[in-house]
């Protein structure tokens, strides 16, 4: 029918330019059945395929599969250099001001996409962080791309941090952040890139502390600067054990409790974890190994102020003692008057040789070269990581310093200067040098960062000195904590109280342990003042145990070993005690 239809337009229909030429012979009627044919036809679907529309769904007016568009928007785009790309084979390079984007390839229905970032701008992170992939079935413009410069920040809180060594890791282990004792909060000083996964945890625990994270610490990349992680800490039990000696004096050599002291005062470990043990009433040099083995290194037991191999080599009341960084050991030989120093090929007496380093049998306070130089009972000593030496000039009321211009100390190469005091002139002022007085100090120790602390014992604190050069003129005197009566107060600054502190240490991150003899205590001071009690009561006694249910008896001397484990010259006890955090 249709066919029939077609010849029969053809017939009623003819072209326009042969319509044109016989216009006027063409009736009314045969224009109305053309028009009715035409209907005819397009109801029949018929008059020529090429020019009409199939009408299904999916594909366009020429029959050809329907296409879409991928796209979607970027945000923080700074730089030139992003490029995107889609299913790894469809480049799109987008400019610097551009906040959206359309790759130029259009995918038909039912086509995955797979939207990444092939290069990155300089100086920017970008990340597809929604919508990368799919399925098309229309155009797609959710695709989200984000892009950051200078990154986002990690920072949070602490508290009750009060001892130096806690440090963190964030950036999944990439930045490690060392932070000070007493601080309440953090920062780590790298940004983060948008995306990247953080997770700030501790690396190494603070001295004689435990920190732990906050139970919502965020995890997971970062979207915005991070502010809410929480830390807080909480200070360790100290567990006292006998290291070595018992309550028996004596001087004999052994392990542990074989052994045997007499009044033990000071000590000083080395960097190999061995132990040097100023045996006051023994008038000996002790060492001890990390084992707890005892050997007399130098000192016959009787009093002199004999040079030599230390198997015939004499001392007279030893009370101060410090180690440098090469071995040597150096020794307040209070009843002498001098500083003496050991220097040994082996840890045996016969390879041991005592000499005089300054000062003389006869007492005074006259700085100067070596022996031509004088002091009054010195007690402590301590020295510094350039092998300068400090020492608590006991009787004289001040602090003394020795510089050596050799690296082999002798009398010849070190001279003696007052850095802060007054030579009989007892008291309790602080301020510049000279003008600044002390009360007996018996304790020195030296931070790292060049802080001088002395144990002042007749006034019951514990001062500072900052020095800008080796000179009294450059020295200022400060008090840290106590004050000049006497107590057992925990606390911070002057509110904290001391009763006759002996022996001073410091750690490696600037914490300052305590021997303090008159409350037979152990005490624990920050580089902010803040006093805690590790160990011991104000009862005397020698019972080992953890915190105050231990005692010491009269503890005179104390030194740190890195991991924060303290050993304690127990005067009284004839022991040297192991406090140890737990």
């Not at 997770?199 to 997971?220: E, H, L, R």
């Not at 909480?234 to 004596?250: E, H, K, Y």
């Not at 004088?374 to 009321?397: H, I």
């Amino acid at each position: 029918m249709a066919g029939d239809t077609v010849m029969l337009l053809r017939f009623l229909c003819p072209k326009e330019g042969t319509m044109r030429t016989h216009r006027v012979g063409v009736s009314a009627g045969r224009w109305l059945l053309c028009a009715l044919a035409t209907l005819a036809l397009s109801a029949c679907g018929g008059g020529g395929g090429s020019s009409g529309s199939s009408g299904s769904s999916g594909t366009s007016g020429s029959g050809t599969a329907a296409t879409y568009s991928i796209g979607g928007s970027i945000s923080g785009l700074s730089a030139s250099g992003l490029v995107l790309t889609d299913n790894g084979t469809d480049n799109l390079a987008v400019a610097s001001n551009k906040s959206s984007f359309t790759f130029s390839t259009r995918l038909a229905s039912g086509a995955s996409y797979d939207v990444a970032v092939a290069s990155q701008p300089s100086g920017e992170n970008c990340l597809v962080t929604s919508g990368a992939s799919g399925t098309v079935s229309g155009n797609v413009s959710t695709v989200t791309v984000n892009c950051s410069g200078s990154g986002y920040t990690v920072s949070g809180t602490l508290t009750d941090l009060q001892t130096a060594g806690l440090k963190l890791t964030d950036y999944s282990g990439g930045q490690t952040l060392a932070v000070a004792a007493g601080a309440t909060s953090f920062a780590f000083t790298q940004s983060v890139m948008y995306g990247t996964d953080v997770d700030v945890t501790v690396n190494t625990q603070p001295f004689w502390a435990t920190c732990t994270a906050g139970a919502s610490n965020y995890t997971g990349p970062i979207t915005a600067n991070l502010t809410s992680d929480t830390f807080s800490c909480a200070l360790d039990s100290a567990t006292v054990t006998t290291f070595a000696g018992s309550t028996t004096a004596g001087n004999a050599d052994g392990t542990g409790t074989a052994a045997s002291f007499h009044g033990p005062s000071g000590v000083a470990m080395d960097s190999a974890g061995n132990l040097y043990v100023a045996d006051t009433l023994n008038n000996e040099i002790r060492e001890i190994t990390p084992a707890g083995l005892v050997t007399t290194l130098a000192g016959t037991g009787t009093s002199g102020a004999t040079n030599g191999s230390g198997t015939v080599a004499t001392f007279n009341g030893p009370a101060g003692i410090a180690v440098n960084a090469a071995g040597d050991i150096f020794v307040a030989d209070s009843g002498n008057n001098e500083i003496r120093e050991i220097v040994c090929t082996s840890p045996t007496a016969a390879s041991c040789t005592v000499s005089l380093l300054a000062g003389s049998i006869t007492p005074g306070n006259t700085d100067g070269l070596g022996t031509q130089a004088t002091f009054e009972f010195p007690e402590g000593v301590t020295v510094d990581s350039a092998g300068n030496l400090y020492v608590a000039d006991t009787q004289n009321d001040e602090i003394r310093e020795i510089v050596c211009t050799s690296s082999a100390p002798s009398a010849s190469t070190c001279t003696v200067s007052t850095l802060a005091g007054s030579t009989g002139n007892p008291g309790d002022v602080n301020g510049s040098g000279t003008s600044a007085t002390f009360d007996a100090p018996t304790g020195v120790a030296v931070a790292a960062s060049g802080e001088i602390y002395v144990a002042d014992q007749g006034n019951n604190e514990i001062r500072e000195i900052v020095c800008t050069s080796p000179t009294a003129a450059s020295c200022t005197v400060s008090l840290l904590a106590g004050s000049t009566t006497a107590g057992s107060a925990d606390g911070t600054g002057t509110a904290a109280s001391f009763d006759q502190p002996t022996g001073i240490s410091v750690d490696s991150g600037g914490d300052l342990y305590v021997a303090d003899m008159g409350n037979d205590e152990i005490r624990l001071v920050t580089p902010q003042g803040v006093v805690t009690t590790l160990a011991g009561s104000t009862t005397a006694g020698s019972q080992n145990g953890t915190g105050s249910a231990a005692s010491f008896n009269s503890p005179t001397g104390i030194a740190v070993a890195p991991g924060g484990t303290l050993f304690v010259g127990d005067y009284g006890n004839n022991e040297i005690r192991e406090v140890a955090p737990q």
